[in-house]
């Protein structure tokens, strides 16, 4: 066998085992929901499999509550990653001066990021319950929420969750914009000062543009994460009050898991992998774009 046959056979055996694990717990799964998606497929009768061809994604847009969950969703995404950006933002720019007090904070505040989503839904269950809560009871007798507290009114419900997933992974947004701040070339920057620019025009002209790839990164992850939140809203509401804040991603697990409908469960985790694609190409016609806005400068 000749060197370059050796060499090539020994990247394949390199590169199999991640191959291996890439085909069995992406690309075999997403086929097989593929696959089960054209099926009137439920497990409570498991033998009476019939196919049906795209009916499932056909009864997913004459269906209110999928409409509903669709919206939800959505909702949720722009509005969480939209606070969770400019917030993230305004703090990376506050510790980027790499002091003992700034290192201090940046430790603090990633602590949220470390609690594991279920117990962040349900702390802020028992913080804001209406009537033992820390915080929900005095919120109720002061007539800043209703009865029922603010997961239990439909108006609030989904507000709520956008806070606290805010609350929750706001830091991480922070770090990611932060460490892109960090690899910016100072000497552009002084260049600038000297030249007599002001904080505003630094940050328009020379700031933003080179940190468009971390904006990028960072708007991606979280909208990709948001975007198939399922752990605090099940913790908190379980979807309600009604289908308030019944998202894509517990309604897919309440049709597989409760109905045992696993047809149309695989079509809206489908649906669920379009519309993430679509956010991604969405971030990356942005970004691109005003990249280049930024270079014709």
Do not use: H
């Not at 990709?224 to 019944?246: L, Q, R, S, V």
């Amino acid at each position: 066998m000749s060197l370059a046959r050796r060499r090539q056979l020994f990247l394949i055996l390199i590169g199999a085992p991640a191959l291996i694990y890439v085909l069995a717990v992406a690309v075999w799964p997403i086929s097989q929901g593929l696959y089960y998606s054209l099926f009137d497929y439920n497990l409570l009768r498991p033998a009476s499999r019939t196919f049906v061809s795209f009916e499932n994604y056909r009864d997913l847009w004459t269906d209110d509550t999928t409409r509903g969950s669709i919206v939800t969703t959505f909702f949720f995404t722009l509005a969480a990653v939209s606070s969770e950006f400019l917030i993230g933002l305004l703090l990376a720019l506050l510790l980027w001066r790499d002091g003992k007090f700034e290192r201090a904070l940046l430790a603090l505040i990633l602590i949220p990021v470390t609690i594991t989503p279920v117990v962040v839904g349900l702390i802020f269950r028992s913080l804001l319950a209406p009537d033992f809560g820390m915080l929900g009871y005095y919120f109720s007798e002061w007539g800043l929420s209703g009865p029922r507290g603010f997961f239990g009114d439909p108006a609030t419900a989904c507000w709520t969750l956008v806070a606290i997933d805010t609350w929750e992974w706001t830091p991480l947004m922070a770090l990611i914009l932060l460490a892109g701040l960090k690899s910016l070339p100072v000497e552009i920057l002084e260049a600038a000062e000297t030249d007599g620019a002001t904080a505003p025009q630094r940050f328009q002209l020379i700031i933003l543009p080179l940190l468009l790839p971390a904006i990028f990164l960072a708007l991606v992850l979280r909208s990709m994460d948001a975007f198939k939140i399922f752990d605090t809203i099940f913790a908190t509401t379980n979807g309600g009050p009604g289908n308030a804040t019944n998202t894509l991603m517990l309604f897919a697990v309440k049709q597989g898991f409760q109905f045992f409908n696993i047809g149309r469960a695989s079509a809206i985790a489908n649906l669920m992998i379009v519309c993430i694609a679509l956010f991604s190409l969405l971030f990356i016609v942005l970004i691109r774009n005003a990249d280049r806005q930024a270079n014709e400068r």
